[in-house]
Nanobody, 119 residues
Framework: QVQLVESGGGLVQAGGSLRLSCAAS????????MGWYRQVPGKQRELVATITPNGNTNYADSVKGRFTISRDNARNTVYLQMNSLKPEDTAVYYC?????????????WGQGTQVTVSS
């Protein structure tokens, strides 16, 4: 039905930058909120940033001033620009999209992409 494909993860030194991308495809008329979440083994998945169709954003306190979320509605794509990366940012990052259907608005998730920040 809906597939989310992420790219851009990798290994970077502390203080460096990465840009994550997530493209949604399939049976999509529109997408409501999109966001990025991250998860470390043994911990719950946590919100990193979200963005509405009109561009309103929300960030976790831990990434404010360092990360920027953006989206291209025409391409059904959301981005996460990550600057001034810290070792504690190391996690698997997941893309999420809320896609309205006829009777509900399911949440769809990407497969996750590893971000590793070395000291």
């Amino acid at each position: 039905q809906v597939q989310l494909v992420e790219s851009g993860g990798g290994l970077v030194q502390a203080g460096g930058s990465l840009r994550l991308s997530c493209a949604a495809s399939g049976s999509i008329f529109s997408i409501n909120a999109m966001g990025w979440y991250r998860q470390v083994p043994g911990k719950q998945r946590e919100l990193v940033a979200t963005i509405t169709p009109n561009g309103n954003t929300n960030y976790a306190d831990s990434v404010k001033g360092r990360f920027t979320i953006s989206r291209d509605n025409a391409r059904n794509t959301v981005y996460l620009q990550m600057n001034s990366l810290k070792p504690e940012d190391t996690a698997v990052y997941y893309c999420k999209a809320d896609v309205p259907k006829i009777y509900s608005t399911p949440e769809y998730w990407g497969q996750g992409t590893q971000v590793t920040v070395s000291s």
